[in-house]
């Protein structure tokens, strides 16, 4: 199986930055994509941006273009998220996913990893 752990979340500013990280671990070898989901409360998750494990193929939500930037460090397993120009509506408990091959990268029903989330707060 694979472990994810993310970390980087907290309160922020609106307008301001957060850099989020998820780690995984154990069948890493498996991992085709990894991506960025998240939930408000009494919301359905939502895809915030998605990664390939090898290539440059990224994806993004359209909220989000032009100021979450997604990023990756195979040598380390380690995925980023780089979050700027941060809204209130971008407050949620944020969720970093693992996927096999096959499926679109939004598609959070392909995806068989989760992390347990980390918390973003975006004040205004």
């Known amino acids: 199986q694979v472990q994810l752990v993310e970390s980087g979340g907290g309160l922020v500013q609106a307008g301001g930055s957060l850099r989020l990280s998820c780690a995984a671990s154990?069948?890493?070898?498996?991992?085709?994509?990894m991506g960025w989901f998240r939930q408000a409360p009494g919301k359905e998750r939502e895809f915030v941006a998605a990664?390939?494990?090898?290539?440059?193929?990224?994806d993004y939500a359209d909220s989000v273009k032009g100021r979450f930037t997604i990023s990756r460090d195979n040598a380390k397993n380690t995925m980023y998220l780089q979050m700027n120009s941060l809204k209130p509506e971008d407050t949620a408990v944020y969720y970093c996913?693992?996927?096999?091959?096959?499926?679109?990268?939004?598609?959070?029903?392909?995806?068989?990893?989760w992390g347990q989330g980390t918390q973003v707060t975006v004040s205004s």
């Open positions: 996913a693992a996927k096999h091959w096959g499926g679109p990268l939004y598609d959070s029903r392909v995806y068989g990893y």
């Open positions: 154990g069948r890493t070898f498996s991992i085709y994509a």
């Open positions: 990664i390939r494990w090898s290539g440059d193929n990224t």
